[in-house]
């Protein structure tokens, strides 16, 4: 059976008492660490201002926001159908300018409540005025960190942006708040084709983790903002960047930039240009093959999803013989590039016909699984694993070391005992195969994760650009 489920009534009220229809809510477990109704969902009230939730019991916070409107109600213990009420009894101003100290007018504001950052994502409360003031009902007691957002202006060139963590302002006071290049740091980003062609539909998707694990912000190039180069201003604090294009209906995703900006540097992104494009096969763990399509630009980012319209990954590929006979024909079907060959290919000659849409087409040819197409991996060996870490990826060994040493701790003091391989070696073997069905060790000798994780994922794993650990 699950969990005990009851009701909650929350009656929302502005400062005066009144009730309040314009924000909505949703709540925390902090013992179940579940967010309903979903994680970027809310419940919004009745034209009564009365909101309702159904939650298992247990230790609730409440998060009610929109715009000029952000009350956390933290603490709650939920065992009942319970009745609560939501009212703020004080505020928080923001006052922003610009880099030249003039109001800055119309910029986008978030609030997260600091004690739940980075568990939470932050809350959008409206944009400053023209005075570059802005005031936000708030729950008395607590810290509020503020985000800052500003896009490319619509039918221009300009591609300056903001994405500022303006600091945490207490409920009651002020935020004064003005930019400063010496004090923010410069990102400048274009994406083109080998012809320099900047991309239709570029665009880059930017969080700062530390501050919360899944809110991000994108800024696009379409036809309502042509900037050739965005020159996006941040906050000195780590963030994770990827960049997107969406022309002709496409979509391409590359891997992300971790970056640890300093104030007053710049940092610039520049994705796409010249393409290094290589047909890999691994050899080690399926009786198959698999095989990997691996794109790669000028700067190192690896092309990590490839969507055409119409949504189907398929790449063709074929094996033909020294003679030339067609031996196999099929599709790489995943969209990372990825797919699995049921046929050994060793001593067969493959062929790829890889259309990337904006970026080309390539007709890719060669041996399968010679020196210049298998995937070459190097043996690494700790206390209790012999991890096969890809030979692009060895600059990362001892971090990756470090970190399945800590996961190995962490697994055994949970399960309350070692883990015994089966390997003749003894240790536990860790592959990176281009894609699997799952990831993980519970007992067992073999563990695998997709090389994706190095190449892409949040910067949660290492990468060959950046990770933070």
Not at 74 to 102: S, Y
Not at 123 to 133: D, F, I, K, M, S
Request: some cysteine; glycine content about 8%; hydrophobic content about 40%.
């Amino acid at each position: 059976m699950g969990p005990t489920s009851v009701t909650v009534t929350l009656a929302l009220r502005d400062r005066s008492g009144a009730p309040t229809s314009t924000p909505c809510v949703g709540a925390y477990s902090e013992d179940w660490h579940i967010i309903l109704p979903g994680r970027w969902e809310r419940n919004c009230p009745v034209s009564t201002g009365t909101a309702t939730l159904t939650l298992p019991v247990g230790l609730w916070s409440f998060f009610t926001a929109g715009p000029g409107y952000y009350v956390p109600l933290l603490n709650q213990p939920i065992i009942t159908d319970t009745a609560l009420v939501v009212q703020p009894t004080t505020t928080v101003t923001l006052e922003i300018h610009d880099f030249n100290g003039a109001p800055f007018d119309g910029i986008e504001v978030w609030v997260i409540e600091a004690q739940h950052k980075p568990l939470l994502p932050p809350a959008y409360v409206g944009h400053t005025n023209a005075q570059g003031q802005m005031e936000v009902s708030v729950a008395p007691g607590l810290n509020y960190d503020v985000l800052l957002i500003w896009r490319p202006p619509v039918g221009t060139s300009d591609g300056t942006a903001f994405f500022v963590h303006a600091g945490t302002v207490a409920a009651g006071s002020t935020l004064h708040y003005q930019m400063r290049a010496d004090q923010l740091a410069l990102i400048p980003f274009s994406l083109t084709n080998e012809q320099g062609t900047p991309g239709l539909r570029s665009a880059l998707q930017v969080k700062y983790p530390r501050i919360s694990q899944d809110f991000d912000v994108w800024f696009c190039r379409d036809d309502i903002s042509w900037w050739n180069q965005l020159r996006l201003w941040v906050s000195p604090e780590p963030l994770v960047a990827t960049a997107h294009e969406f022309a002709d209906d496409w979509h391409f995703i590359f891997s992300n930039d971790a970056l640890e900006p300093e104030a007053g540097q710049t940092y610039p992104i520049t994705v796409g240009g010249n393409l290094e494009v290589q047909t890999w096969f691994y050899p080690l763990l399926d009786p198959g093959q698999q095989v990997w399509v691996q794109v790669r630009d000028a700067t190192g980012h690896t092309l990590v999803l490839r969507r055409p319209p119409g949504g189907s990954p398929d790449i063709p590929i074929r094996l033909r013989d020294e003679r030339g006979n067609l031996v196999y024909t099929g599709t790489l079907n995943h969209a990372n590039l990825t797919g699995w060959l049921p046929i050994n290919p060793s001593g067969l000659y493959y062929e790829v016909d890889l259309d990337l849409g904006f970026f080309g087409f390539y007709a890719l040819r060669g041996q399968a699984m010679d020196a210049s197409s298998t995937w070459p991996l190097e043996p690494v060996t700790t206390t209790h694993f012999l991890i096969y870490l890809p030979t692009q990826m060895q600059t990362l060994s001892s971090t990756l070391v470090t970190t399945f040493e800590q996961m190995y701790t962490a697994m055994a003091t949970e399960l309350g005992h070692t883990t015994r391989s089966d390997h003749p070696h003894g240790k536990i073997e860790v592959h990176f195969p281009f894609y699997c069905e799952c990831a993980g060790w519970g007992g067992g000798s073999t563990f695998a994760t997709m090389i994706e994780y190095l190449t892409y994922g949040d910067s949660l794993w290492p990468q060959d650009r950046g990770a933070f650990i």
